[in-house]
């Protein structure tokens, strides 16, 4: 993190903010909630139009945002194959080259599969999509990723919508360290000092979803968290203090007081 | 003497994996299905057959009887 801006691929966003726009009780909030953030991207998945019910889709509420990039996901996809395929028609509704890759084949842990993740990474890379990869905490998969030319990586905290934080602290730091390309904390952020603590440990965002969304005031929410990843840039941008074995006093250890009378 | 040529004919197609008649012109385009569908083309996606119809190619794509069209949109996802 050396700018204030975050350059993924071929896009420059201000926020380090980026938000899921499944779970909102209804797309007003959903809408109002975006506002509040301030993030400039935001994801969304496919599903078939619905010629019964045409307001049903998303494309029209988030066209009026102005200054709000879409970014498709691959969820539903199982491989590669799929992925790729999912990938190719969100990139015909949104008109954008970034996707976030997600393969999560198990419902009951939707724990990224790596394997088929990077090998959809690889294609999509071919076919001129920024890839913004959904994946485990694994430094190694990361730098491969990277190497194979993502735009980004997307290291889960925890388990999506589980609201566990970030379980892999040690793993993500060494992912931060050894990253050329952004890294941002996806799923498992439920308040928000653990965006702030994801920022101030070096990650260069942190895309959140069910912690605003289920919240009981989700607008509200979102300003919180669009406040605490600023928070999160100051401090990292100020430089945090040494950590150090021994106290050092902050007042003066004045001898005055223990004079004999 | 020749019966007169038909100008419109009744199609049937699988849309969004259901069955969908419609009347269609001998030109048959997929923009006249978007139309009949009152369906924006710049928010969706289509696939004819499994086979992605990207923006540029949907003015000259046809419908064939039979095929299987997928009109996608976005949705709520994180």
Known sequence: MTTDKLTIGNTVLKSRLVLGTGKFMDTRTMIEAIKASGTELVTVALR???LENRDDDLFGPLSE????LLMPNTSGAQNARDAVKAALLGREISGSSMVKLEIHPNPHHLLPDPI???EAA?????????VLPYIPPDPVLCKRLEDAGCAAVMPLGSPIGTGRGIEAKGMLSLIIRHSNIPVIVDAGLRSPSEAAAAIEMGCDAVLVNSAIAVSADPVRMARA?????????QARAAGLMAVSENASPTSPLTSFLSEPE | MNPPAY??????????GRNYEYNASDKNTLPELLDRLKIESQRVAIMINARIISRENRASA???EGDRVEIVTCAPGG
């Open chain 2, 7 to 16: 100008k419109f004919k009744v199609m049937k197609i699988l849309l969004n």
């Open chain 1, 48 to 50: 078939r139009f619905n």
């Open chain 1, 122 to 130: 690889v294609e999509l890379v071919r076919e001129g999509f920024d």
């Open chain 1, 225 to 233: 968290f669009a406040m605490a990843v600023e928070a999160g840039t």
């Open chain 1, 116 to 118: 088929e993740t990077y």
């Open chain 1, 65 to 68: 945002l102005k200054n709000v």
């Open chain 2, 62 to 64: 046809r419908v064939k």
